[in-house]
């Protein structure tokens, strides 16, 4: 068919105003001052947080994201998974704006590709002045993210043809995740597992569990390993339990090695929240090569099962909590929980004094153990000049707080000795400096001042 220059022209003009109504208009007061998001900046923020390191075969999967980008491995990803599907044309536009109807799309559509999009009769009315405004392709969707609250609306409503802005997407990227999470409930508390994560886990508890413990997590493929080499113990696949204990409970933990368990929250009620890991490793396959190919999922959930404790502390609106567990960290623990522990304080000046009634001893070493934590020091030699002692004759172990380094610890016992440093908070006092103080009042008590 022969074309005219007249019917080229309008074919031309047709196709730029086609493209011209794909682009949304900025609407009046919808971004932010500090700038718009762009659909690779969304992308890449899916395939950061749920691709799990996946490498796409083909990073061709659009004709406009070079396979060197920045985006290449994420939009090759979102596309193998459907999530992101473009233009229709092969384009990506990876620089381009995304609006807030397309990014509950590519939200919506991996929320489906993890089971969690709606299931059965789901239509409902939005209760928004611009509802009627979303487009076909993104209604399912945006019901999806309002009912899930991913997404918070402006003042005008949904606007699901304005723009993201960058400080805004944080906002749905964080609620996104949560909307996702499976929720565990046991006592009045939460435990939330990312998607993606909770399908591999089994979290019923054990039999043998502690008394006070609220969850148990471990690999499910790790256990089936095991049974299917006949092995029909507890333990294999295990990555935490989160246990609830007492005020007494953990003053009696801390006076002693806590390996494998730590402390790390507490309530107002007094409770405290213990995390007990395995300290050997219970990863396990049928066959070393599954070990090999399996081996970056371990590291996976161990890296999740690490920041659990923080999420845990938020979701359910606790104050979080930290102890040491060195030996310096034992023995003060003894000195203040432990009426059985036998101890002297010494210096040059009187010598050896005894616990004497009406000096709160607990005080003294509390607030020694404020806002500081001990690492081991590598050094051969200690300062000269005075130091104060604590001593454990029953146990023939004792530390030595230096004068000139008051960051500075001996420990000394039968087998050899090491020394610790200490590293304080902002704000936090020196721990000679109260050990100082604490032998001054001792020495006064007992009549030597």
């Not at 762009?38 to 083909?58: C, H, I, Q, S």
């Not at 490793?281 to 081996?295: I, K, L």
């Not at 000195?335 to 005080?363: H, I, N, Q, R």
């Amino acid at each position: 068919m022969k074309m005219t220059v007249k019917h080229a022209l309008s074919i031309a003009l047709a196709l730029v105003l086609a493209l011209a109504l794909c682009v949304p208009a900025l609407a009046d007061g919808a971004a932010p001052d500090d700038g718009l998001a762009t659909r690779g900046d969304l992308v890449k923020w899916l395939y950061g947080e749920f691709g799990n390191g996946a490498k796409p075969d083909n990073l061709h999967a659009f004709t406009d994201v070079p396979a060197d980008s920045g985006e290449a491995e994420a939009a090759a990803w979102a596309a193998g998974l459907g999530i992101a599907k473009g233009y229709g044309d092969g384009r990506f536009g990876p620089a381009d704006l995304v609006t807030r109807e397309q990014a509950a799309a590519m939200f919506y559509r991996y929320a489906q590709s993890v089971g969690k999009g709606f299931r059965g009769m789901w239509m409902f009315r939005l209760d928004a002045p611009d509802a009627a405004e979303i487009s076909d392709w993104a209604d399912e969707a945006m019901h999806w993210v309002v009912a899930n609250g991913v997404i918070t609306e402006r003042a005008a409503g949904l606007a699901p043809k304005d723009f993201i802005g960058v400080n805004e997407l944080p906002v749905w990227m964080r609620q996104f995740v949560d909307a996702l999470s499976t929720k565990l409930e046991n006592g009045g508390y939460t435990l939330s597992i990312p998607a993606g994560i909770a399908e591999q886990l089994n979290t019923e508890l054990p039999v043998n569990m502690a008394e006070g413990t609220l969850f148990s997590v471990a690999e499910q493929a790790s256990i089936d390993a095991a049974r299917a080499k006949g092995y029909e113990g507890d333990g294999m696949g295990w990555l935490f339990a989160i246990q609830k204990i007492s005020d007494a409970e953990a003053r009696q933990l801390l006076c002693g090695d806590m390996s494998g368990r730590q402390l790390f929250a507490k309530d107002a009620d007094g409770n405290h929240f213990l995390f007990c890991t395995p300290t050997d490793v219970r990863f396990d396959r049928e066959t070393t090569e599954q070990m090999m190919e399996d081996s970056a999922v371990w590291a996976q959930l161990n890296e999740w099962a690490a920041s659990v404790k923080d999420s845990f502390v938020n979701d359910n609106g606790l104050v979080p909590e930290s102890c040491g567990n060195t030996e310096l960290d034992i023995a003060l623990y003894r000195v203040a929980y432990d009426e059985s522990v036998k101890y002297t304080l010494s210096t040059t000046a009187f010598g050896p004094l005894e616990p004497v009634d009406g000096v709160d001893a607990a005080a003294y070493v509390l607030s020694a153990l404020n806002g500081v934590t001990f690492a081991y020091a590598d050094t051969e030699a200690v300062p000269d000049g005075e130091y104060i002692v604590l001593n454990f004759p029953e146990t023939g172990e004792r530390f030595d707080f230096f004068g000139a380094d008051g960051n500075l610890i001996r420990r000394v016992t039968e087998y050899g000795e090491y020394c610790l440093r200490a590293s304080y908070e902002d704000g936090a006092v020196s721990i000679h400096d109260i050990m100082e103080e604490w032998y001054s009042v001792l020495a006064a008590a007992h009549g030597l001042k």
